[in-house]
């Protein structure tokens, strides 16, 4: 279409003077702009062609178009024979560059295949990996949940076994107690019976101060716990002992509200003696053994000492006998005549029965009813009140519980003749026993 166009303008071109053509060519118009000044130029200058002229003008001009055509075509066919090698080298190096993209192309595939394939493998590596690791935690928890199912089980045993012993335990302890509670009297003595509740302190061995201040404080703790019932100071084996610390229990048993009940069980002798005579309430079995005998001295020391040592133990006399010689109604120098009377040592021992008579004791009894001990005396008790006290008290062994416990070893002697000692006896004592082989020696 613009090829017509332009030989259209080319034929009003001609038609014009060759001024305007000039001045067309040389402003540089469109075809389209040239054949409308050309045509303007025909109207204003000649008149329009007779129908016979444009068919000629026509007929040159598609002659003309033919041969422009003709020439185009052959400049065109030169210009791509000039251009042939070029378009065939491009078309070469298009080739090539195509080769080049579809080797890089198949190589990054490959590559993409490989990368897909190793991450294939990577991933069905892992996914064996975790396979194995979940087959193994199963397994783990399996393990542990069987585990657990043992421990369970065997915690399950365990607690059953301990609350066995647990029970057994209990029950062996309450097998250590009386199923009865103490019984307390204001007046114990029920007919020849004395009835004693817990509020018992034991005074046994040789008298101290370490004992004495034990049995006072005993005597504190038991007025502060209630102030009117009887307190029970239960003497079942004494010698008597430091005249100081018998009279801090004297003095102690005398400031107490609450009445204390001496009680006297087996053996009592000098400052024990005297503690139960002058007690306000005292008792004992008809075959107690009870002794009252003279101060007596270990003092050493020069003459002046020893005459210094007898005026203090005069003094001393005088204060602990008088209480008993009045208890008795007679004067100290008469208790001391009758020492002498019943014994040359002056060491004066009545059993129980006789002892009451003479008002050393109170009340003779047949039956003391320990109402207090309510446990095992083999399980160790440092309650106060108890009537045992424990090793951390200081106080002497014979002084524990109702006495010494002597183990009997058997020995053999010089000769090899197989023996045991016995114990020492208490002063008034004598032992009553089948021996005809002499297995049993006096110590």
Same mark, same amino acid.
């Given at each position: 279409?613009?090829?017509?166009?332009?030989?259209?303008? *080319?034929?009003?071109?001609?038609?014009?003077?060759?001024?305007?053509?000039?001045?067309? *060519?040389?402003?540089?118009?469109?075809?389209?702009?040239?054949?409308?000044?050309?045509?303007?130029?025909?109207?204003?200058?000649?008149?329009?062609?007779?129908?016979?002229?444009?068919?000629?003008?026509?007929?040159?001009?598609?002659?003309?178009?033919?041969?422009?055509?003709?020439?185009?075509?052959?400049?065109?066919?030169?210009?791509?024979?000039?251009?042939?090698?070029?378009?065939?080298?491009?078309?070469?190096?298009?080739?090539?560059?195509?080769?080049?993209?579809?080797?890089?192309?198949?190589?990054?595939?490959?590559?993409?295949?490989?990368?897909?394939?190793?991450?294939?493998?990577?991933?069905?590596?892992?996914?064996?990996?975790?396979?194995?690791?979940?087959?193994?935690?199963?397994?783990?928890?399996?393990?542990?949940?069987?585990?657990?199912?043992?421990?369970?089980?065997?915690?399950?045993?365990?607690?059953?076994?301990?609350?066995?012993?647990?029970?057994?335990?209990?029950?062996?302890?309450? #097998?250590?107690?009386?199923?009865?509670?103490?019984?307390?009297?204001?007046?114990?003595?029920?007919?020849?019976?004395?009835?004693?509740?817990?509020?018992?302190?034991? *005074?046994? &061995?040789?008298?101290?101060?370490?004992?004495?201040?034990?049995?006072?404080?005993?005597?504190?703790?038991?007025?502060?716990?209630?102030?009117?019932?009887?307190?029970?100071?239960?003497?079942?084996?004494?010698?008597?002992?430091?005249?100081?610390?018998?009279?801090?229990?004297?003095?102690?048993?005398?400031?107490?509200?609450?009445?204390?009940?001496?009680?006297?069980?087996?053996?009592?002798?000098?400052?024990?003696?005297?503690?139960?005579?002058?007690?306000?309430?005292?008792?004992?079995?008809?075959?107690?053994?009870?002794?009252?005998?003279?101060?007596?001295? =270990?003092?050493?020391?020069?003459?002046?000492?020893?005459?210094? /040592?007898?005026?203090?133990?005069?003094? /001393?006399?005088? #204060?602990?006998?008088?209480?008993?010689?009045?208890?008795?109604?007679?004067?100290?120098?008469?208790?001391?005549?009758?020492?002498?009377?019943?014994?040359?040592?002056?060491? /004066?021992?009545? =059993? &129980?029965?006789?002892?009451?008579?003479?008002?050393?004791?109170?009340?003779?009894?047949?039956?003391?009813?320990?109402? &207090?001990?309510?446990?095992?005396?083999?399980?160790?008790?440092?309650?106060?009140?108890?009537?045992?006290?424990?090793?951390?008290?200081?106080?002497?062994?014979?002084?524990?519980?109702?006495?010494?416990?002597?183990?009997?070893?058997?020995?053999?002697?010089?000769?090899?003749?197989?023996?045991?000692?016995?114990?020492?006896?208490?002063?008034?004592?004598?032992?009553?026993?089948?021996?005809?082989?002499?297995?049993?020696?006096?110590?």
């Amino acid at each position: 279409m613009h090829t017509t166009i332009r030989l259209a303008a *080319l034929l009003l071109l001609v038609s014009a003077g060759s001024s305007a053509r000039a001045e067309a *060519l040389n402003a540089g118009l469109p075809a389209e702009e040239l054949l409308a000044l050309q045509s303007t130029q025909c109207e204003e200058k000649t008149p329009a062609p007779t129908l016979e002229a444009l068919k000629a003008e026509v007929g040159r001009l598609t002659v003309e178009k033919e041969k422009v055509s003709t020439e185009l075509a052959l400049a065109q066919a030169a210009v791509e024979k000039e251009l042939s090698p070029s378009k065939l080298n491009t078309l070469r190096l298009q080739a090539q560059l195509a080769e080049l993209k579809a080797k890089q192309d198949l190589a990054e595939y490959q590559e993409k295949l490989a990368e897909e394939k190793a991450l294939e493998d990577d991933k069905r590596t892992l996914d064996r990996a975790l396979l194995k690791s979940s087959i193994a935690k199963a397994e783990v928890e399996t393990e542990l949940a069987e585990i657990r199912r043992i421990e369970n089980a065997t915690q399950k045993e365990i607690a059953r076994i301990n609350s066995g012993i647990a029970l057994e335990k209990e029950e062996e302890e309450a #097998r250590n107690y009386a199923m009865s509670d103490p019984v307390y009297l204001a007046e114990p003595l029920q007919g020849r019976k004395l009835v004693m509740s817990d509020r018992r302190i034991a *005074l046994n &061995g040789p008298i101290s101060m370490r004992t004495a201040d034990n049995i006072i404080a005993r005597i504190n703790y038991f007025n502060n716990r209630d102030a009117k019932l009887p307190i029970f100071l239960v003497i079942d084996d004494s010698p008597g002992g430091s005249v100081m610390a018998g009279y801090k229990i004297v003095k102690a048993m005398q400031g107490s509200q609450a009445p204390v009940h001496v009680v006297v069980k087996s053996f009592a002798a000098s400052m024990a003696a005297c503690i139960a005579t002058v007690a306000k309430h005292s008792y004992a079995y008809s075959n107690t053994v009870i002794l009252h005998h003279q101060i007596h001295s =270990f003092a050493g020391g020069n003459l002046t000492q020893q005459q210094e /040592w007898l005026k203090e133990m005069e003094e /001393w006399w005088r #204060r602990l006998a008088d209480p008993v010689a009045v208890k008795m109604g007679i004067s100290r120098e008469e208790l001391i005549k009758q020492m002498y009377a019943h014994a040359s040592s002056g060491d /004066w021992s009545e =059993f &129980g029965d006789n002892a009451q008579k003479l008002k050393w004791v109170d009340h003779i009894v047949d039956e003391i009813q320990e109402t &207090g001990t309510i446990k095992s005396p083999d399980v160790a008790s440092k309650a106060p009140g108890s009537g045992g006290v424990s090793a951390d008290d200081g106080m002497e062994a014979s002084a524990r519980g109702s006495g010494p416990v002597t183990e009997l070893k058997a020995q053999v002697d010089e000769k090899g003749r197989p023996y045991m000692s016995l114990p020492r006896l208490n002063p008034r004592d004598c032992y009553w026993l089948y021996n005809p082989d002499g297995y049993f020696r006096a110590p």
